[in-house]
């Protein structure tokens, strides 16, 4: 019988176990309740807004937001809540965590229904993974009236093309991204050279400077830093190569899939050929270990004066000051080509006003909106209160007056995104840039901005597998020698096409064709 | 002053062999300081300064800053705090339990012989399987327990003593170490689940229990081999003049043991403390533990190495200051008195 | 069952305590003593536990254990039977049959997984001939010995077959014109040659550590170091060492004429960086635990025997080695386990690359987990799972039981 009792004797400490943990509730602001508030009260929050003080309309409601522990992307959530707070009494509670997992953990919390977050300040590429089962609030109907927020101020890229999915409105812009080239423009100045406008341009370039000493330090330095670490999104940077010769009618033709027959256009055509042929160009003027920096290292070396060129989202303009290539950089949208291709004939043909009706100068830009920017996205199976105070903050983080100075300062990792942002120039000069340097690089922005041919990412679900997990792969074994161009580009075919038909094939088109705001 | 590389007796290395093992070890100390040095030193750098290429010595080659430092522990005060104090419980904690259970464990498939019969273990499995199908399908979680606990009872006077073949001790402790192989990549949902029904997510609980878990078989296999190595007149002759099992344990072999025990505490202590991908996963806003922290200053464009540098210290200044206190119990000096007598 | 152990006949006669180890390799050998009073066998068998410790020590781990890693186990196998995705108000899973396994074997991941596997070179072949005779060779010997019976036999057989179709494997991926490993072997590799390194640096390490020289507290505290900071820590610390251009040992390069040098294009120095960074983490594991076994091992017939006029090699070699045998095995088997599991090096350092070369098979488990493909995730983790748990039945029956008595 002892045996039995020893059973019975097992059996308690689990009861008990279960009982106790079943009674406490998962207390989560309140620990870091105090603190803010202490700060909040302490300090006369010198920015916030002059509104009418409604310091009780979110009394008593915290909200939980997920977001990346970047320093950037949570420092202007973290700094600005306790203005907030006390603007309305509402708490918001920054629960920051690494890049790698803020995906996982908001898509496991929505699906297991556990729900411990009210919303997400997080890449809109996901909307994709994010809309279809419904866990995201439609926003369409809070958005036209506010105005805190000015919707119609943010560029109209980010509102009808990032914010938007399946025709409603999902997130609130909180940062505009894209990729633009930086150059050394003392440099081309000095030797008369114009910013490259073609991804010919650019080679020919950094051709020249590469091997040269650029910042005086008795070291040759490089033509070109362009990241291409594998498993550090790196894929990036080939998408934006690409895309100038994969799409010229316009944001609405798409520059990842045919919109009539999903066909991957990442395949065996002439213009994969030459995108990666210019990708693997690029490597042989850069530095050696290229291949293994991911972009914090090609920003490193641009501003310490090792780069000649160098492509970038917007960090590297508002990076620059106290570094080499303070006043010495230039920015310029990314370079196009002179053809584009003929989706049936997988051939390159030269642009003409048909075949490219964006071009300028008889150049196809096709700046590339990677990633989108961080965006605010509600929970829909969160209490009312809390939307509607979530709500509340990330318009009051996007309203014209807060994102006019985060969007200067580098440590935030927010770039310019409405045309109020570029209006007025004295942020910018506040935050170190001189009066040459603002202008070039607000106008290397406004002309990305503006162009019709703009290339909206990836967003259709499992996009994350469509290119961290085939393109990535794909393009570093065929940088590593492991395959050549035509293998390279039939892997990434071959596992679109597998992903494509696991997902259901007529599924996909129609999100990817909802995806570009595309009327059928 | 008399040459520290002096020969002390008859056994002992000759003096110049002495100074050769003393230039191998310091060597390995470099090899293994240079990176610590590295990473001190970074984390007194600017971003800039980083950037620029490699500066050895502060004040000399670059102006030192207390920025990162003052960002981790000031800045982010709260935010690293907090998961400091989780790592520390949660490391302390599961180490030692799965130290007391594993090294009871560890003693009895040593000294006692188990013949484990194939039909009861296919009753227990079956038991626990159906316990957690219930639990999963809804059912409250004492319900399913009792229940499962009734239907293993049963089965176990029945189906049980049907099948007579049995295993023995290498087959269980085989089982636990094997335990280790699967990748906690594949168990961390299930995991997560498996929490989330008991509402213990995000919890300091969930995290204890899975390092012990997954500790347990490191401490059983570890401690077998110090118990086996222990002689066993000792513990025989205690028994022939009439000690229980706990006495001698209690009184023996423990104190025989404490070597073996420190060394094994210290590594297990060393893996919950530095364990990274459950706690990435069972955790949110409360529980995250320093691992976390350490990765998360990888920005989406590019490492924070200064705020790492710091992060990283401070995580292995603890342990560090553990090892110093406990390494003198690995030494030889407890034990030679306790052979002898 | 029985409440009282099975007495061992040697008990009986001796008074000799011997657990029956069911392999029946018995305890060295005792003089034998006259037969204790009666109370004093009931405590011996006390002792050898027919009481509640005998349940009281072991139960609560196998229980704990059990129920914790059942679950997961069986969800993991679950999940790689099928496909997941997300709707409305849950998950949804989709039972797709082997379907993830066959990719990973012969589908469009196969060149991940396994490698490239092309047509061997002359050398390849030999190899591969070699094995396949050497492994005929053994077993009919096997045969003829006529020590096994017909079911040990036919396992015999069968790990013979699986040698030699992982020799063929092999061969195909790295001795071959245009062949690649993939993560499966590349994970091998990391295994192999890590553990090796590491057990002998930690050997070497722990006898130099024991001997009485000057700041040996010093060099034990030291030598801990490496093993108490987070892998992912020791994996960003490798980044920033191994930067070519910014990292510490960039004079050294330049000095040495290597100012272009770089170690990421090239997948064998890629896969040496990430076994410098593993040895350079866990040698620290293996010194501390033989450490602490040359602490307990008692000194008196080492030192008699150097005392006769044996040279300290000898003595290592018959009397301390033999020794630490067992503790040996142990440590190899345990890193064995942790080192298939091997993710944060190459990940931290290459993200794998350059291209796949330094992928392991955990690593391609991450991968496709963090892209939410964790059908085929998980059935990656089952085969690694399959191919540890036959290199550590193997280990254990071989290596282990050949060695110690406890196995």
Redo the contacts between chains.
């Keep these: 019988m002892?045996?039995?009792r020893?059973?019975a004797a097992?059996?308690i400490p689990?009861?008990v176990?279960?009982?106790c943990?079943?009674a406490s509730p998962?207390?989560?602001?309140s620990?870091?309740a105090p603190?803010t508030e202490a700060s909040a009260s302490a300090s006369a929050s010198a920015e916030a807004t002059p509104a009418a003080s409604q310091g009780d309309k979110f009394k008593g409601v915290s909200v939980?937001l997920?977001t990346?522990?970047?320093?950037?992307v949570a420092e202007p959530l973290q700094r600005r809540a306790p203005d907030w707070e006390q603007l309305t009494g509402g708490h918001v509670?920054v629960?920051?965590?690494?890049?790698?997992?803020i995906?996982?953990?908001a898509?496991?919390?929505a699906?297991?229904?556990?729900n411990?977050?009210d919303g997400y300040v997080f890449d809109p590429q996901w909307l994709g993974?994010f809309v279809?089962?419904?866990y995201l609030l439609d926003l369409s109907d809070r958005v036209k009236g506010d105005t805190q927020l000015q919707w119609d101020d943010i560029g109209p890229f980010f509102r009808d093309f990032n914010a938007t999915y399946n025709g409603k409105v999902y997130t609130i812009p909180l940062d505009g991204d894209f990729h633009m080239v930086y150059y050394r423009s003392d440099l081309l100045q000095k030797d008369g050279l114009k910013p490259p406008a073609t991804w010919d341009d650019y080679m020919t370039i950094a051709t020249k400077y590469n091997g040269q000493d650029l910042n005086g330090d008795n070291e040759p330095d490089y033509g070109s830093c362009i990241a291409k670490?594998?498993?550090?999104?790196s894929y990036w940077w080939i998408i934006s190569i690409a895309a100038g010769l994969l799409q010229g009618k316009g944001t609405n033709e798409g520059a990842f899939f045919d919109t009539g027959n999903m066909n991957p256009l990442f395949g065996q055509n002439d213009a994969m050929n030459k995108a990666l042929d210019m990708y693997a160009k690029t490597a042989t003027v850069g530095?050696?270990?290229e291949?293994?920096m991911?972009?914090?290292?090609t920003?490193?070396?641009f501003?310490?004066g090792?780069c000649a060129l160098s492509m970038d989202?917007g960090?590297i303009g508002t990076l620059t000051p106290?570094?080499y290539a303070q006043d010495k950089t230039g920015a310029t949208i990314t370079p196009g080509w002179k053809e584009v291709l003929d989706r049936s004939s997988g051939k390159l043909v030269p642009c003409d006003a048909n075949t490219c009706p964006n071009a300028v100068d008889g150049v196809n830009y096709a700046p590339f909106a990677s990633f989108g920017g961080w965006s605010g996205a509600i929970n829909a199976a969160s209490p009312k209160a809390n939307q509607d105070a979530l709500y509340d903050f990330l318009s009051y983080m996007s309203a014209p007056a807060q994102s006019g100075i985060d969007v200067t300062l580098g440590k935030t990792?927010y770039n310019p995104y409405r045309t109020s942002h570029f209006s007025d120039t004295k942020p910018w000069l506040d935050a170190g840039l001189s009066q040459g340097a603002a202008d070039n690089y607000l106008g290397a922005i406004k002309s990305s901005l503006q162009n019709t041919n703009m290339v909206l990412d990836m967003r259709i679900p499992?996009t994350?597998?469509y290119q961290?997990?085939v393109l990535d792969?794909a393009v570093?074994?065929y940088?590593?020698?492991?395959?050549d161009a035509a293998a390279a580009e039939q892997a990434i075919a071959?596992?679109w096409n597998?992903i494509t038909d696991?997902?259901g094939k007529d599924a996909q088109l129609a999100a990817y064709v909802a995806s570009l705001g595309v009327q059928r | 002053m008399t040459n520290p590389f002096r020969r002390r007796s008859a056994t002992d290395l000759s003096a110049p062999a002495k100074v050769a093992a003393f230039g191998l070890l310091v060597g390995w100390s470099v090899v293994v300081l240079f990176p610590i040095y590295w990473l001190v030193v970074t984390s007194f750098k600017r971003p800039y300064d980083v950037d620029k290429g490699p500066f050895y010595l502060p004040f000399v080659d670059f102006q030192p800053t207390l920025d990162a430092w003052r960002y981790i522990l000031v800045e982010l005060g709260n935010d690293t705090l907090r998961p400091y104090i989780n790592t520390v419980i949660v490391g302390l904690t599961s180490s030692a339990i799965a130290l007391v259970m594993g090294s009871f464990t560890a003693y009895a498939l040593v000294r006692f012989t188990y013949r484990p019969r194939i039909g009861l273990i296919a009753v227990a499995i079956g038991s626990i399987a159906l316990a957690l199908v219930t639990i999963a399908l809804g059912v409250p979680v004492p319900v399913a327990l009792a229940a499962a606990i009734g239907v293993f009872i049963l089965l176990a006077q029945t189906i049980g003593r049907r099948f007579r073949r049995s295993l023995g001790n290498s087959d269980i402790a085989f089982w636990l170490i094997s335990q280790r192989i699967l990748p906690p990549i594949a168990i961390a949902i299930p995991l997560y689940v498996l929490f989330q029904q008991v509402g213990l997510l995000d919890s300091l609980a969930a995290l204890i229990i899975t390092y012990v878990a997954a500790n347990l078989p490191i401490v059983v296999w570890l401690m077998r081999e110090y118990f086996a190595s222990l002689p066993r007149e000792l513990e025989e002759s205690a028994a022939v003049d009439g000690a229980t099992v706990y006495q001698i344990v209690r009184s023996i072999v423990l104190p025989i043991s404490v070597p073996g025990l420190v060394a094994t505490f210290l590594i297990v202590l060393i893996f919950a403390w530095n364990e990274f991908l459950i706690a990435l996963v069972l955790t949110s806003a409360n529980a995250q533990t320093m691992p976390l922290q350490v990765a998360a200053q990888n920005a989406t464009r590019g490492p924070q190495w200064w705020a790492m540098s710091v992060l990283i210290i401070i995580m292995i200044a603890p342990v560090v200051a553990m090892a110093i206190a406990l390494e003198r119990f690995i030494t030889r000096g407890i034990l030679v008195g306790a052979l002898k007598g | 069952m029985p409440s009282s152990p099975r007495m061992s006949p040697a008990l009986a006669s001796s008074g000799n305590s011997v657990t029956a180890d069911p392999d029946g390799l018995t305890a060295e050998g005792q003089a034998s003593e006259t037969r204790p009073p009666r109370r004093a066998i009931a405590s011996l068998g006390a002792w050898r536990s027919d009481g509640a410790a005998r349940w009281l020590f072991i139960w609560p781990t196998v229980l704990f254990i059990l129920v914790l890693s059942l679950f997961p186990l069986v969800a993991s196998l679950a999940l790689s039977l099928s496909k997941l995705s997300f709707r409305q108000g849950g998950i949804d899973l989709k039972f797709i049959g082997f379907a993830n396994y066959q990719q990973l074997l012969f589908g469009l991941e196969r060149s991940h997984f396994l490698g490239v596997l092309k047509s061997p070179s002359p050398l390849g072949w030999a190899i591969v001939i070699g094995t396949l005779l050497l492994t005929a060779y053994a077993w009919t010997r096997a045969v003829r010995s006529g020590r096994y019976g017909p079911f040990g036999l036919i396992l015999r057989l069968f790990a013979g077959v699986l040698l030699v179709g992982f020799v063929w494997l092999l061969v195909q991926a790295m001795v071959s014109e245009g062949g690649r490993p993939g993560s499966l072997i590349v994970t091998l590799i990391f295994v192999v040659v890590g553990i090796g390194l590491q057990y002998v640096l930690g050997l070497g390490l722990a006898l130099l550590a024991v001997q009485q020289v000057p700041g040996r507290r010093f060099f034990r505290i030291v030598f801990l170091i490496p093993l108490t900071i987070t892998p992912v820590g020791v994996g960003y610390m490798f980044l920033m060492l191994t930067d070519t251009s910014k990292g510490p040992l960039e004079p050294l390069w330049v000095t040495l004429g290597l100012r272009d040098f770089t170690w990421v294009t090239d997948p064998w120095l890629a896969r040496a960086a990430v076994i410098i960074g593993d040895t350079w983490q866990w040698t620290p594991f293996v010194f501390i635990v033989l450490l602490a076994a040359l602490e307990s091992l008692d000194q008196e017939v080492r030192e008699a025997a150097l005392a006769d006029g044996a040279s300290r090699w000898q003595a290592f070699r018959h009397i301390t080695f033999p020794a630490l045998l067992p503790v040996t095995t142990t440590i190899i088997l345990i890193r064995l386990i942790e080192g298939f599991k091997i993710i944060d090096m190459p990940n931290i350092l290459l993200g794998g690359g350059p291209g796949t070369a330094t992928q392991s098979m955990t690593l391609q488990a991450w991968i496709d987990w963090n892209t939410l493909n964790l059908g085929r995730s998980a059935a990656v983790a089952y085969l690694l799972l399959i191919l540890v748990t036959i290199v550590a039945t193997l280990y254990v029956n071989v290596v282990r039981r050949g060695v110690t008595e406890t196995v």
Excluded: C, H
């Design positions: 002892s045996r039995y020893l059973v097992a059996i689990i009861l176990l279960t009982a943990n079943a998962s207390a989560v602001p620990s870091a603190s939980n997920l990346f522990n970047g320093p950037q509670n629960v920051a965590v690494g890049f790698q997992t995906y996982d953990k898509i496991l919390d699906s297991t229904g556990t411990s977050f993974d279809g089962p419904g670490k594998k498993g550090a999104q530095p050696p270990d291949l293994n991911d972009v914090g290292g920003r490193g070396l501003t310490t090792r989202w960090d106290g570094t990792g499992l994350k597998r961290q997990d792969t570093s074994q940088l590593a020698g492991e395959l071959d596992g597998a696991e997902a």
